[in-house]
């Protein structure tokens, strides 16, 4: 059983390590292609939030934005193979943070070819973020076993 979960989280991970891996690599100085896809996105997405609330969302350089995002994926894959809660977070975080601004549907037309591909994807991240917070909940749920007192057979009193 053991084995099977470390497989489950395993393959649940690759998600993000394959991810992390190639933005990694395509990174150079400039921080590569993902930072000419995701500025126009987090404009937008600044955009919108700052006349839906009234807050500024403050400004960042994209490539440390997507640096951020790279050691995020990087070590909460890590930590959660492992079965780590804290692992499980970071994952979480990440997907709350990144999945509206990347996946911005509700800029788009229900009509148009991008509202249902950008829905499609969204909906997936919506998955692996209800699947971390089962983990989570699962994880808080099983009790910490302590293990069993054992009577010495030679002594007068129980080992405590």
Do not use: W
Request: aromatic share 14%.
């Amino acid at each position: 059983m053991a084995f099977l979960s470390f497989l489950g989280r395993l393959l649940f991970v690759s998600v993000f390590i394959l991810s992390a891996y190639q933005e990694f690599n395509e990174f150079g100085a400039d921080g590569g292609p993902a930072v000419k896809a995701l500025k126009p996105k987090f404009n937008i997405f600044s955009k919108h939030v700052a006349t839906q609330t009234g807050i500024q969302v403050p400004r960042v350089e994209m490539k440390h934005l997507i640096m951020g995002a790279i050691v995020m994926k990087s070590l909460g894959s890590l930590l959660f193979v492992f079965g780590s809660t804290f692992g499980a977070i970071i994952l979480l975080l990440h997907q709350a943070i990144s999945a509206p601004i990347l996946y911005d549907f509700y800029n788009y037309e229900a009509e148009k070819k991008e509202f249902n591909q950008l829905f499609v994807k969204f909906t997936q991240s919506l998955a692996l973020l209800g699947a971390l917070l089962f983990f989570i909940g699962m994880k808080n749920s099983i009790p910490n076993r302590s293990p069993k007192k054992k009577d010495c057979i030679f002594c007068i009193t129980p080992i405590p």
